[in-house]
């Protein structure tokens, strides 16, 4: 590889970097945005309307006992 060919190389290399570095800087300017006054995001939620206290979850049941009662039709019904 004579030396013109290593200056071809290295030019279209440096000229590549110097498009892309370019492209990023011009499209970081025309699409800016603002810096928030306080970061983060407000959440608004309303309070839950006065209704006495939680119902209890329901008492989850050991998966053995639903592997028992299972039912083969049941299943091929439910995933047609």
């Given at each position: 590889m004579d030396s013109n060919e290593v200056n071809k190389?290295?030019?279209g290399l440096l000229g590549t970097v110097f498009?892309?570095?370019s492209v990023?800087?011009?499209s970081d300017a025309l699409f800016a945005s603002p810096a928030p006054e306080k970061?983060?995001?407000a959440i608004e939620a309303t309070e839950p309307a006065e209704g006495g206290?939680?119902?209890p979850a329901a008492?989850?049941?050991p998966i053995a006992d639903l592997l028992a009662t299972a039912n083969v039709e049941q299943g091929a019904a439910?995933?047609?």
């Open positions: 190389l290295l030019a498009v892309v570095f990023g800087i011009v970061p983060g995001f206290p939680a119902a008492a989850a049941k439910v995933f047609k």
